[in-house]
């Protein structure tokens, strides 16, 4: 089995900072490209930013300059860092990852649980 777990959202005023952390763990083989994704009440779940296995990044033109993704292979962990946020960034987000796992022998996608950032104005 193979479980992602987020942590690191919660409440902050506009112009703030938070960190999101998501970890993998159970029968990794491998790890591809993570992502975060976000989705308002009412909204269809957006992508936020990318990082290939490699450290490629990519992000949503929303988010550019004040978000950055990054990953700790050695832990099976990807990171969110948001700068500068506002109450538009609010959301639950959610990270994705392309992991191989011994159990299914295969690449599948996984998705962690969410966890909810509020950003008061």
């Known amino acids: 089995q193979v479980q992602l777990v987020e942590s690191g959202g919660g409440l902050v005023q506009a112009g703030g900072s938070l960190r999101l952390s998501c970890a993998a763990s159970g029968s990794i083989v491998s790890i591809g490209a993570m992502a975060w994704y976000r989705q308002a009440p009412g909204k269809q779940r957006e992508l936020v930013a990318t990082?290939?296995?490699?450290?490629?990044?990519n992000s949503a033109d929303s988010v550019k300059g004040r978000f950055t993704i990054s990953r700790d292979n050695a832990k099976n962990t990807v990171y969110l860092q948001m700068n500068s946020l506002k109450p538009e960034d609010t959301a639950v987000y959610y990270c994705?990852?392309?992991?191989?796992?011994?159990?299914?022998?295969?690449?599948?996608?996984?998705w962690g649980q969410g966890t909810q950032v509020t950003v008061s104005s």
């Open positions: 990082i290939t296995s490699g450290g490629r990044t």
């Open positions: 994705n990852a392309n992991i191989y796992s011994a159990s299914r022998s295969a690449f599948g996608s996984y």
